[in-house]
């Protein structure tokens, strides 16, 4: 299993670039830039590190097709494609933090994610993303969610094409994502329910129409870990709202709690979120042991004696079949970054 590092967005590309060094020199498989509201758009952010790097692979994490329309998702990541001699990398997803704050709800009408059609629009998002990248001849793409109408060939790329890795997490996008991109990656997926995952991940490989070369499953794990347990445990409850095994559809509360549990988190998910929005990680009504058991049980966090203990979960999750776990860094990426080349990159090499 290869280590991947994910860093937030707002940093300078200048100091991506930086960081991109020291993670290609410590053996970190790739770099995923994040796309969030408020930082600085992903593509342009890896821009100087695509040019400061020669081996690390460079990702824009995750970006929805609702949000920008799968033809221009395909020029931007062309362009950092052939700026990095053929090492981008695109997570595309349904949903993203950026989709939810530009589409329905924001104007005070509700979303209906099953009027959007995700599946069907990330799968075909990927196939015109696929074709674009290709360099090939074709007369359009007419879709059910996503068109494209007129011909198209991009000729200038030079680069092997850049991959195409979709952000699933319930059954259909999972096998979606296994029957038509590159690899999968999956969000805060705990070892104990790796094996669900890899089931639905298989049956999607087991249809598909083309063979998957180098097919890559990763798990975006959020890293906590800090020389002062405090500071880690507070950075934990102010992210704990963005673990996806804890915010709505909570597909991880069934087997992480009891059902009175998973109640009392779901009736108090508010409440996760001003923790976070306000950066005071107070999570009001729910009790702080149960708090700590979410964190424990989602993300690594706790100070530097606890390292060999998350390497253990890693191994695990390993033997369950990833090829790939991204560590999010937040808050000192440099300081995490070196932790992690010390202790954690060289129990997998």
Not at 192 to 210: A, F, H, N
Request: aromatic letters at 8%; hydrophobic letters at 40%; a neutral charge.
């Amino acid at each position: 299993m290869d280590i991947e590092i994910i860093i937030g967005c707002d940093m300078h590309p200048q100091q991506v670039a930086e960081f991109a060094i020291e993670a290609e020199q410590a053996g970190v498989r790739a770099l995923w830039h994040s796309n969030l509201p408020n930082g600085w758009d992903p593509f342009l952010g890896l821009s100087q590190a695509a040019l400061a790097t020669r081996r690390i692979k460079l990702g824009v994490l995750a970006l929805s097709p609702y949000e920008m329309h799968p033809v221009r998702i395909a020029y931007s990541l062309i362009s950092l494609n052939e700026l990095s001699k053929g090492r981008a990398m695109i997570g595309l997803g349904g949903g993203g933090a950026m989709a939810l704050a530009t589409t329905d709800h924001a104007m005070g009408t509700s979303l209906d994610f099953s009027r959007m059609r995700i599946v069907r629009g990330v799968r075909e998002a990927a196939e015109i993303i696929w074709r674009m990248s290709s360099g090939k001849f074709y007369w359009g793409y007419e879709g059910e969610v996503f068109s494209v109408r007129q011909p198209f060939k991009v000729s200038y790329p030079t680069a092997p094409r850049p991959k195409i890795i979709t952000c699933s997490m319930g059954p259909q996008m999972l096998r979606m994502g296994a029957r038509v991109a590159d690899g999968i990656q999956v969000g805060d997926v705990t070892a104990e329910r790796l094996p669900e995952v890899m089931q639905d991940i298989r049956t999607g490989l087991s249809r598909r129409k083309y063979p998957a070369e180098d097919f890559r499953i990763g798990n975006f794990w959020a890293w906590h870990i800090k020389k002062d347990r405090a500071a880690s445990m507070h950075e934990a409850r102010v992210g704990l709202f963005a673990r996806a095994e804890v915010i709505p559809p909570h597909i991880g509360l069934d087997h992480l709690l009891e059902p009175d549990e998973a109640k009392l988190v779901r009736d108090n998910y508010r409440n996760f979120m001003l923790a976070g929005v306000t950066g005071t990680g107070d999570i009001k009504g729910v009790p702080p042991d149960l708090v700590q058991r979410l964190i424990d049980a989602v993300s690594s966090s706790g100070d530097y004696g606890d390292i060999d203990r998350e390497v253990e979960r890693y191994r695990e999750m390993a033997r369950a079949g990833l090829t790939d776990l991204a560590l999010r860094v937040f808050d000192e990426p440099f300081d995490a970054l070196r932790v992690i080349s010390e202790r954690v990159i060289p129990a997998f090499r």
